[in-house]
């Protein structure tokens, strides 16, 4: 199993050694969303709202690990329906666990690449660091990473049954989950009746606990525990949708159709 999963993760891990773009596409709208909202922090901060600073850098940073995570398990995907390679990949000898847990991974790279650059940045340019929050960011970190492989995956078996035309999702699923996980504002701002869709999300409680823990100093290990609970039931939801999706796209020819439009 592990050479197989090795092969599949150095075959997307090669494409980054000459392409500048896919370079780029890890740092640079990270990069630009984090000179947007370093601005307007500082506007804050001159404001004499140095707390408020502080929750929009953190929510930035910490919303672009669900962000990267999601969005690179989906466009690794993506590519083999770009350069015609679906069929030969799942003709392959490969398991469907193992090509998950590959794209999961490049994932969790890039997530983790582009966390550590912008917790830099904001340290130079804002005087924000990130990484005060200690310990506590480590499960903040595996919370976001584990929601966005389950909305990459379902996001992915939507792809694979209706091809091209759901590839927008990719970029519009995370921003239609960014309002109502409360990323930028507490939950408390949502109307009544979306705080109980918000609080379905794991992602609302990494952005609260993150709150609780810039404003108090202390990790809320209730909101963590609704977190993890949450993500293993859409982790075990949005692997068996895939595994049904591709099985159904198998057996009535969607991969074959995509692949040639």
């Not at 990130?130 to 792809?159: C, E, H, Q, Y």
């Not at 949708?241 to 969607?254: E, P, T």
Request: charged letters at 10%; aromatic letters at 16%; one cysteine or more.
């Amino acid at each position: 199993m592990w050479t197989r999963l090795s092969g599949l993760l150095l075959r997307h891990l090669y494409l980054y050694r000459r392409s500048v773009s896919r370079i780029m596409e890890i740092v640079f709208w990270p990069v630009m969303s984090l000179m947007v909202w370093g601005f307007l922090s500082g506007y804050l901060k001159q404001m004499d709202l140095p707390i408020a600073v502080d929750y929009l850098l953190g929510a930035m940073i910490l919303w672009e690990l669900l962000y990267r995570s999601q969005q690179s398990v989906t466009l690794s995907l993506t590519e083999e329906f770009w350069v015609k390679n679906i069929i030969n990949l799942f003709v392959a000898p490969i398991r469907t666990v193992e090509l998950v847990l590959t794209l999961c991974v490049i994932g969790l790279i890039k997530a983790f690449i582009a966390m550590v650059f912008l917790g830099i940045l904001a340290w130079y340019f804002y005087h924000f660091n990130i990484f005060t929050m200690g310990p506590g960011l480590v499960p903040f970190f595996a919370n976001l990473i584990l929601f966005g492989w389950s909305v990459g995956m379902i996001t992915m078996s939507l792809i694979l049954r209706f091809g091209h035309a759901a590839e927008a999702l990719i970029w519009g699923v995370p921003f239609l989950i960014q309002p109502i996980s409360a990323v930028f504002y507490p939950v408390d701002a949502l109307p009544p009746w979306l705080k109980t869709i918000a609080f379905a999300l794991p992602s609302t409680h990494v952005f609260e606990g993150m709150r609780a823990v810039l404003n108090t100093g202390k990790m809320d290990t209730a909101l963590l525990t609704y977190a993890f609970g949450l993500n293993l039931a859409y982790l075990a939801a949005g692997g068996l949708f895939f595994a049904w999706m591709l099985r159904q796209a198998r057996i009535k020819g969607y991969l074959s159709r995509t692949s040639i439009e």
